[in-house]
């Protein structure tokens, strides 16, 4: 939390100080907070263009948490790298998205998980999050039109750890391609964070980062669900018996 241009500035240098390696912001208020507008900018363009400023300066990406669109546009014309969530962006938005190569990252788990909860939120925040998953599917689907770069991210702390899995077939369900949405979770999520040198694709001198699914994936997004085996720096973490295809 800070305002203004210095108060911004500092926040951004004295988290990186203490290890942060990528910068998230909140441009818009949130859906589950109680006094929180999902449409307004909690930022000025300027406080935002100075965050990115810094944050790029000291070598770190700068995610936006966005549901507004005109927080979200603006947040894109400061040099954001990733837009999260994005539930009422417009076509305009989502095009200069495009043009300037910045990343949705739909998390349509948290979309799914808090429509799924809305009967046991408050009436207000039930409100806000029937009214975001109605806009998020719309705009998911527009996004996938336009060819705004997309990436593979979960909001982890709203669905239940380990189903993380589920997007790919959240995915797919609105029309993004299986092959399209498996590289959103390798490829180009590794691109976004700025890690792509050594993780992302299973290339000679990378991490021998490895998972493997009962089935064909691109027949079967869902089976991602079911990882027999994985590897993480060449090293087996998990390996179960030929024929399991149960968490």
């Known amino acids: 939390m800070a305002d203004g241009i210095e108060g911004v500035q500092h926040k951004v240098r004295e988290v990186i100080k203490y290890g942060a390696d990528v910068i998230k912001i909140c441009a818009t208020g949130g859906v589950l907070s109680k006094g929180?507008?999902?449409?307004?900018?909690?930022y000025t363009l300027e406080?935002?263009?100075?965050?990115?400023?810094?944050?790029?300066?000291?070598?770190?990406?700068?995610?936006?948490?966005?549901?507004?669109?005109?927080?979200?546009?603006?947040?894109?014309?400061?040099?954001?790298?990733?837009?999260?969530?994005?539930?009422?962006?417009?076509?305009?938005?989502l095009q200069l998205m495009k043009q300037k190569g910045v990343y949705l990252v739909p998390t349509r788990m948290a979309v799914y998980w808090t429509n799924k909860g809305a009967d046991g939120y408050p009436p207000k925040i039930a409100e806000k999050a029937r009214a975001a998953a109605a806009a998020h599917e719309k705009m998911f689907r527009t996004a996938l039109q336009v060819g705004v770069p997309i990436a593979f991210g979960t909001d982890s702390g709203v669905s239940p750890h380990g189903?993380?899995?589920?997007?790919?077939?959240?995915?797919?369900?609105?029309?993004?391609?299986?092959?399209?949405a498996l590289l959103a979770g390798t490829r180009e999520a590794a691109k976004l964070l700025g890690v792509d040198n050594d993780s992302g694709t299973l290339e000679a001198g990378k991490r021998a980062d490895i998972v493997a699914v009962p089935g064909n994936v691109l027949q079967n997004i869902k089976s991602t669900e079911h990882p027999v085996f994985v590897m993480k720096e060449g090293v087996v973490i998990v390996q179960k018996p030929a024929g399991s295809a149960t968490n």
């Open 163 to 180: 189903k993380n899995a589920m997007e790919f077939g959240l995915m797919t369900d609105l029309g993004m391609a299986p092959s399209a």
């Open 47 to 93: 406080e935002m263009k100075a965050i990115v400023a810094d944050a790029h300066r000291l070598g770190r990406k700068v995610a936006a948490h966005a549901h507004g669109d005109l927080a979200a546009k603006q947040a894109v014309e400061a040099g954001v790298d990733s837009i999260e969530h994005g539930s009422f962006l417009t076509v305009p938005t």
């Open 36 to 42: 929180d507008d999902p449409n307004a900018s909690q």
